[in-house]
């Protein structure tokens, strides 16, 4: 990792904060590279070589996806707010200039969305500090004090909103075969699912995280189709929704129907990704294999629809979700 991918992170973030206090003033050009301690020039064109876009375009597309979710989310405790306040919380001169931005930006005007929130593909958060998509190394590798823990939970019905790949293995490589498909590149799809509402782990976060609702997961496949590695299972990357969810599915995804069942957990604490990721990766890992299932009078569950999820946000934990049925 370069020392401009970690600034450029940092700008990025300072960019939601901004939003989300509605302080204009801390999201100019100006006030940012000033923090950084460099010219506006040469932020503008650092920042234009990590993120692939200018910072003007992106602070303007962030700015639309907020108030997107502003628009779909009203009647859940914004309630009575008018498409003009909302422009105007998120940075809009007027209604008039709202409507152009949000219509030339998702096909149609807020007034239309409000009434039909069909899913639309936001701008998501730029990660210039994930790994795993540039398939860069894992740097220091630091130990981690905690432990894994491990235990057993039920899970409620549920429905599953994915793709899947039968031929990926890993993150990375996941992403690289789906950019291959039209509609099924990792910003499109991140942009949709973040455009969902309802999602069951959605505390906030942003992006391509467990903590923004999207996750990483392997499904049992339903037909039995064989993956790459000679199990009957499938790649997923998608988000959990309640089992009455009745929205809108985007055509290149898949709506799955995921039963109650039992699960074991293998989780471990918050961790820094960039010096500890690999370490951590580690540990679960060993914790998998050394579970004692016999004893336990549990095994894995491997009955068409079940799902393994993975649930990777650092402030709060890692944690691999195993379908498991209890032994006759």
Avoid at 253 to 273: I, T
Avoid at 301 to 306: F, Q, V, Y
Wanted: glycine letters at 8%.
């Amino acid at each position: 990792m370069s020392e401009w991918h970690r600034q450029i992170q940092f700008f990025i973030d300072e960019i939601d904060a901004g939003i989300r206090a509605q302080d204009d003033e801390a999201l100019t050009l100006a006030r940012l590279a000033q923090k950084l301690g460099y010219s506006q020039h040469y932020v503008s064109r650092k920042f234009r070589s990590i993120a692939g876009m200018s910072f003007r375009e992106y602070l303007h597309r962030r700015r639309l996806a907020f108030a997107l979710k502003a628009l779909r989310d009203a009647g859940d405790g914004i309630a009575g707010d008018t498409i003009l306040a909302i422009a105007v919380r998120y940075g809009f001169s007027s209604h008039e200039a709202f409507t152009r931005a949000f219509k030339a930006e998702y096909g149609m005007t807020p007034g239309e969305y409000r009434r039909h929130p069909v899913p639309v593909a936001l701008r998501t958060v730029i990660r210039p500090l994930d790994c795993w998509l540039m398939e860069a190394g894992q740097g220091p590798c630091s130990p981690t004090d905690s432990e894994v823990k491990t235990y057993f939970v039920t899970i409620p019905a549920h429905k599953f909103l994915h793709i899947k790949n039968y031929e990926s293995i890993g993150y990375w490589d996941f992403w690289q075969k789906q950019s291959r498909i039209p509609g099924q590149d990792c910003e499109t799809i991140c942009g949709l699912l973040e455009s969902i509402p309802g999602k069951l782990d959605d505390l906030g976060g942003s992006g391509q995280d467990s903590g923004a609702g999207q996750i990483m997961a392997f499904m049992n496949d339903p037909a039995g189709r064989i993956c790459s590695w000679g199990l009957p299972l499938a790649e997923c990357y998608g988000v959990r929704l309640p089992a009455d969810y009745a929205g809108a599915v985007p055509p290149q995804m898949l709506l799955a129907d995921v039963p109650q069942g039992e699960y074991l957990v293998f989780e471990h604490g918050p961790f820094d990704f960039e010096t500890q990721n690999a370490a951590v990766e580690q540990k679960i890992e060993a914790a998998m294999r050394s579970f004692d299932y016999e004893s336990s009078g549990y095994e894995l569950d491997l009955t068409a629809g079940r799902v393994f999820y993975f649930f990777h946000d650092t402030e709060r934990y890692w944690k691999y979700i195993r379908p498991v049925r209890r032994v006759r």
